[in-house]
């Protein structure tokens, strides 16, 4: 006969564990002093462009994350599924039409803020500091087991408010930016539902045991340090007294 577990060794319910992940929203990068300044409309151009063409390292490295995953996941019915994920950055051109992709959207906020295809393509504004946090996600997703690298992907489940927020306020505070370069946060909010969604159903059904639970929400902590420490690079690199030469 085997032991009763102690109760502090049995599983959360899903409930409970699902519930203990979205408390991690306490620390998402919306709580960063930078994006806190960013989305009231405290920056100066040269400030909101040093955080594009930052962010556009992490946006080519997101196929390149999924990419990973799908290579390490045996499961066909989960591939079907990521495969979305790469061509929602990547885009493509097939029988249903031309769609862009994120990464060529992204590209078009650089135009709207005064970036040139070159600032943002060849990386020169990228901080090694932002560097090493998105190199440390897409090497966690090589390494993880798949269903821990998908559980990585779940600060998207605090992403939509980042996007309404920008979407809300920057016209009034930055009008200086055109319009037509917001849509890359408009078409966000429906796919990071989505890929919530999936992204949940692969956490509950990993997180069988107490132990796994834990690690997930470690796994979470881990992607939130990612992008703490992004902003961090991008506040530490672009201060209001930077001189006139230096910026972006
Ligand atoms: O603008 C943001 O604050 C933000 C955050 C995140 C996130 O929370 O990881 C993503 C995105 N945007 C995003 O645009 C995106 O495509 C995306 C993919 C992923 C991921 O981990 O697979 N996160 C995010």
């Known amino acids: 006969m085997t032991a009763a577990l102690p109760h502090d060794a049995l599983p959360w319910s899903a409930a409970e564990f699902e519930a203990r992940l979205r408390a991690l929203e306490s620390r998402y990068h919306i709580h960063h002093p930078f994006n806190r300044r960013l989305n009231s409309g405290a920056l100066a151009p040269f400030q909101v462009r040093g955080w594009v063409a930052n962010r556009f390292y992490y946006q080519h490295a997101i196929p390149m994350k999924d990419a990973a995953i799908m290579a390490n996941c045996e499961d066909r ?29 992204w590209s ?15 990386f020169r504004h990228v901080q090694p500091g932002v560097r090493f946090a998105v190199d440390a996600y897409v090497n966690f997703a090589r390494r993880a087991p798949w269903q821990e690298a998908i559980i990585s992907s779940l600060t998207e489940m605090f992403a939509p408010k980042i996007h309404a927020d920008r979407l809300a306020g920057w016209p009034s505070h930055y009008p200086w930016i055109d319009a037509s370069g917001l849509g890359y946060f408009r078409s966000r909010i429906p796919l990071a539902q989505r890929d919530v969604e999936h992204g949940l159903e692969v956490a509950l059904a990993y997180g069988d045991t107490r132990a796994k639970q834990q690690r997930a929400v470690a796994i979470l902590g881990f992607k939130l340090d990612v992008l703490w420490s992004l902003l961090d690079a991008v506040d530490r690199a672009y201060p209001d007294d930077l001189a006139p030469e230096l910026r972006p």
């Open 108 to 122: 078009a906020l650089g135009t709207a803020v005064g970036l040139s295809r070159e600032d943002l393509w060849t």
């Open 77 to 105: 019915a989960t591939r079907r599924r990521w495969a979305l994920r790469l061509l929602d950055h990547d885009g493509r051109d097939d029988f249903a039409g031309v769609n862009a992709g994120g990464i060529e959207t």
